[in-house]
């Protein structure tokens, strides 16, 4: 199964980019998974703020939590060298 989400995940980001609009380019979606239960989660709330949902508090019977990374492409990354703001790409 993570290999089925790993892989909609990466998909989309592909399709989505190939949208006429998009400029911004990123590389593979760094993907990861997580026991819903593990007791770091709980460690949000001391190092983020208190009120950090936990994975229960947005899915009552949460058993995995998805996270993922979307990196910018090393050709995007060079965009943004120069200068003080954010590149237009």
Not at 30 to 40: E, K
Request: hydrophobic share 40%.
């Amino acid at each position: 199964m993570r290999d089925i989400i790993t892989e909609e995940i990466r998909d989309f980001v592909t399709d989505h980019m190939c949208q006429a609009t998009i400029r911004t380019m990123w590389d593979n979606p760094l993907v990861g998974f997580a026991d819903a239960q593990d007791p770091l989660f709980e460690e949000l709330k001391e190092v983020v703020r208190p009120s950090h949902s936990m994975p229960e508090d947005l899915l009552a019977n949460a058993q995995t939590v998805v996270a993922y990374f979307l990196p910018f492409t090393k050709e995007m990354v060079l965009t943004n060298r120069e200068g003080h703001f954010a590149s237009k790409e």
